[in-house]
């Protein structure tokens, strides 16, 4: 079996996950953001770019917006600490027998990087 991994996390409204980090999150539980995640697999080198809207369950409807299709990844809080380890849980825990075959099951809730709609 083939175990992805996440290598870094890029949010898109910081300039970098120290910045995020750093930022007050006064409602953790009651919040949302994009990040670019760079996802390779276990034990080998490169990776590939994610797109992904990360909500609470308390923030999915604003997150979402007027696009009830878009891709969303629930999560319990954006305490980054807890973020970020929900991040790596998930994306490892998507392991399949194919590279292909991870890249569908991350496409549940994320974009990929050479999809058409790159949000």
């Known amino acids: 079996m083939l175990r992805p991994e ?9 300039d ?4 995020f980090v750093a930022a007050e999150h006064p409602e953790p ?5 994009w990040f670019v995640l760079y996802i390779g697999l276990e034990g080998q080198e490169g990776t590939t770019l994610f797109q992904v809207l990360v909500a609470t369950a308390a923030a999915v409807s604003r997150a ?11 999560v319990e809080s954006f305490e980054p600490q807890v973020l970020e380890r929900a991040l790596k849980d998930h994306v490892s825990s998507l392991a399949a027998h194919t590279w292909d075959e991870i890249v569908e ?15």
């Open 29 to 33: 539980w009651d919040e949302f953001a």
């Open 16 to 19: 970098d996950w120290e910045a």
């Open 105 to 119: 099951r991350l496409r549940c809730n994320m974009y990929w990087e050479y999809e058409k709609q790159w949000s």
């Open 64 to 74: 979402k917006g007027n696009d009830k299709h878009r891709r969303v990844l629930v």
């Open 6 to 14: 996440l290598r870094h996390i890029s949010p898109n409204d910081y």
